[in-house]
């Protein structure tokens, strides 16, 4: 019927039908970017696990491939798991992924191109050395899993990390190898923390503290302008953390620059729906690429009616927030914005405690928008003091002073669906005033069977900037926002019933007490991918 395919979205990444999981072997490589994705050809449910295969040459429009992989040896027999791709030095691509087996034991296995001369690399050949590495002892069989990419270290052997757990510590193993054939354990982890139980498709990357350009995963020498990532996406919460530290293959392990900020503990890539995400270096402009993927809200029965379920983020270049060192920054590929089509301009609004404004010429369910407020002059007056705000406590409706106030999108003309994106400013006790920034989903639909957490995180604003500011990409049944530049992403799933395409209209809104200034609404409506 009309709400569910209504769902459908117009130009985020998504298989023509059926069940779709995390991003697996992501690169560029002859003039494609190829995108694979955990897939269950039968139905909208997972199961029954192959690689599904993409190509594109802008990240935007993708032409689908057969099947990269499927199940057809006793070590993958039960399904061809996650992994990750390595263009080697001669240009060619290798694949290590995990296999479940016959008996469902996980191992990491290989796969090559049957013809690295085909730029689609169409088709893959499992070598016969596979298994490569089965569970080593003190790791379960079922706790070993899903490799990264490999990087070159100077003493020209090759390591991978892949993700376990001891007891319910999470950690990430490394092997290394001179051919990609044998393979040694290395004593140390890479890295572990204790109480975060399976550590799955863990990433590491350099990130520069200098410049905007990603760096190749190769690149570890030690280097006082260079930080690595590492990032586990845990399985006993399904959310993706990253911690900043240092690595050299001297040390053998990582160290991240601030305990406090160590995977579980820290910083989230998302604080909305997201998982199970990798990068990857792209060399045709120099930058890192973040896909990750994006479940369901709804209920197995809606995903089975609609026949298919979950989305890929926009890809999102990924770059080292240079003012702090110790967060990153991510931002839609400058591709999106080929999507661009007609735009409405708003400018100095004055929004009054309580204000509502319907956002003329922005309706429509595919919207990139972008939003700049006033940081208000927490100064001007004595304030009570506040108390803490969590987003899951009230969401939009929670009336305080600097806020709430932001964006309604995906919204009824009366209201009755809307989901709110919006900024919130709190006193702490010690006098700081902190800024969090929510996506309010409570109202998002009169449709039953949803999950309606509001999500949002407290945000670390430069004192510096007396702005902020909200980028928001709208497609049918998804948000992507990015926060001040990048500096925070939320991104949520919605399934309007009434405020669908013409019908979803945009509004701006301050639910504070005080007065809010809007600089600068601009909002783009989007063309089809
Ligand atoms: N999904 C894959 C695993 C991975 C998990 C199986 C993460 O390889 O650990 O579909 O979502």
Redesign the pocket.
Known sequence: DKFLSSQRTAFHFQPEKNWM??PNGPMFYRGYYHFFY?YNPDAAV?GN?TWGHSVSTDLIHWHPLNLAMVPDQWYDAE?V??GSATVLPDGKPIILY?GLSNESVQSQNMAVPEDSFDPLLRKWVKVPQNPMLVPPPGIGYTDF??PTTAWLESDRLWRIAI?AKEGTTGLALVYKTSDFLDWSLQSNFLHKVAGTGMW??VDFYPVSLTGTNGMDTSKVEVDLLVKHVLKA?L?DNKHDYYTVGVYSGDFKTFIPDDPAKDIGLGLRYDYGKF??SKTFYDPAQERRILWG?VNESDSELDDLKKGWASVQTIPRTLILDRHTGSNLLQWPVHELESLRGDKVVFQDKVLDGGALVKVDGASGAQLDIEVSFKYPDVHKLYLPEQKEYECSQGGATLRGVFGPFGLLVFAADNLVEQTAVYFYLTLRPDGKWVTTVCSDQSRSSLATGIDRTVYGTAINKSPTENFLSLRLIVDHSIVETFVQQGIACITSRVYPTIAIDRDAHVFLFNNGSESITMQTLQVWQMSSA
């Open positions: 999981n995390d955990q997972w696990i399904g798991w996650s995990t899993r899903d993700g799955e498709c996406s399985y998982y199970a993927w």
